[in-house]
Nanobody, 127 residues
Framework: QLQLVENGGGLVQPGGSLRLSCAAS????????ITWFRQAPGKEREGVSC????????NYADSVKGRFTISRDNAKNTVSLQMNSLKPEDTAVYYC????????????????????WGQGTQVTVST
């Protein structure tokens, strides 16, 4: 069974940090563009950060630039999202998505471009 599994979400105070991971089972992420999306209640799903298959190209939403860092370890078949200086507005369910048929040089590809999705992990930033 081909699937993505996210881990690392939780409750954190404003200014805190979390590290999300996205692991693949049943396939290798080596040839896939990976994007982290998030969706808050009542809002559309938005792309947070994306990384190319080689790891050489990446992008961030303006709202997270300077605070979030995306990385991948193809040997471990995982992609991570380090989130620092978290704000209450970062509260959302975070999803990782994978596609081996989409490429980007600027903004992250749209959600409909991805073949595989994880089940999501909740991130709550609150006092």
């Amino acid at each position: 069974q081909l699937q993505l599994v996210e881990n690392g979400g939780g409750l954190v105070q404003p200014g805190g940090s979390l590290r999300l991971s996205c692991a693949a089972s049943g396939f290798t992420l080596y040839f896939y563009t990976i994007t982290w999306f998030r969706q808050a209640p009542g809002k559309e799903r938005e792309g947070v950060s994306c990384i190319s298959s080689s790891g050489g190209t990446y992008n961030y939403a303006d709202s997270v630039k300077g605070r979030f860092t995306i990385s991948r370890d193809n040997a471990k078949n995982t992609v991570s999202l380090q989130m620092n200086s978290l704000k209450p507005e970062d509260t959302a369910v975070y999803y990782c998505a994978a596609s081996n048929s989409v490429y980007f040089s600027g903004s992250c590809p749209s959600p409909h471009e991805y073949e595989y999705w994880g089940q999501g992990t909740q991130v709550t930033v609150s006092t």
